[in-house]
T-cell receptor, first 112, second 114 residues
Framework: DAKTTQPTSMDCAEGRAANLPCNHSTISGNEYVYWYRQIHSQGPQYIIHGLKNNETNEMASLIITEDRKSSTLILPHATLRDTAVYYCIVGGGGTSYGKLTFGQGTILTVHP | EAGVTQFPSHSVIEKGQTVTLRCDPISGHDNLYWYRRVMGKEIKFLLHFVKESKQDESGMPNNRFLAERTGGTYSTLKVQPAELEDSGVYFC????????????FGSGTRLTVV
């Protein structure tokens, strides 16, 4: 079972920041937080991951709370092409090493 | 750099027939994974290869599914005999390092069993 909780869907206006929340209250010390997205009919696409510190790359920023029980993925300037299902996944440590456990994800719709 | 390639992109077969899906990972990636999404369900892990060895096959649904990775390069996933509930999209992914950092997924094979 997925170890994360995400809203089912969210809307965002084009050009605005999209902030996607994720709860992972049972995360253990050696587990990472990963974000992937799936654009219709394509395979999942890696976005970003983090352990404790906030992370930023060319696609997005990841903000992890100090207690690591929740995080937020930020797409700073959403475009129509960012419309997708976004998955927050906890793993990469212990017995789950190498295996991603997908949940239902958040359907993000970016509108003009 | 070529991505993860899956073939065929679509396959329609009759119940009871055999189908073989192929995945070519990114060159040099030792780790290869199979996932699938069946209708209305979440994407589920099937198995993980490290080179030619099966590291974790805990997600394989039953013995009708057979995965191989000859010589640690491409991988095949055979379903024999196929059942209606096997319909779905089968994804392959590869990574250079073990663990979930930066998997690259293929576009998937859509399998329809009729």
């Amino acid at each position: 079972d997925a170890k994360t909780t995400q809203p089912t869907s969210m809307d965002c206006a084009e050009g605005r920041a999209a902030n996607l929340p994720c709860n992972h209250s049972t995360i253990s010390g050696n587990e990472y937080v990963y974000w992937y997205r799936q654009i219709h009919s394509q395979g999942p696409q890696y976005i970003i991951h983090g352990l404790k510190n906030n992370e930023t790359n060319e696609m997005a920023s990841l903000i992890i709370t100090e207690d690591r029980k929740s995080s937020t993925l930020i797409l700073p300037h959403a475009t129509l092409r960012d419309t997708a299902v976004y998955y927050c996944i906890v793993g990469g440590g212990g017995t789950s090493y190498g295996k991603l456990t997908f949940g239902q994800g958040t359907i993000l719709t970016v509108h003009p | 750099e070529a991505g993860v390639t899956q073939f065929p992109s679509h396959s329609v077969i009759e119940k009871g027939q055999t189908v073989t899906l192929r995945c070519d990972p990114i060159s040099g990636h030792d780790n290869l994974y199979w996932y699938r999404r069946v209708m209305g369900k979440e994407i589920k892990f099937l198995l993980h290869f490290v080179k030619e060895s099966k590291q974790d096959e805990s997600g394989m649904p039953n013995n009708r599914f057979l995965a191989e990775r000859t010589g640690g390069t491409y991988s095949t996933l055979k379903v024999q005999p196929a059942e209606l509930e096997d319909s779905g999209v089968y994804f392959c992914a590869s990574s250079q390092e073990r663990g979930s950092h930066g998997y690259t997924f293929g576009s998937g094979t859509r399998l329809t069993v009729v």
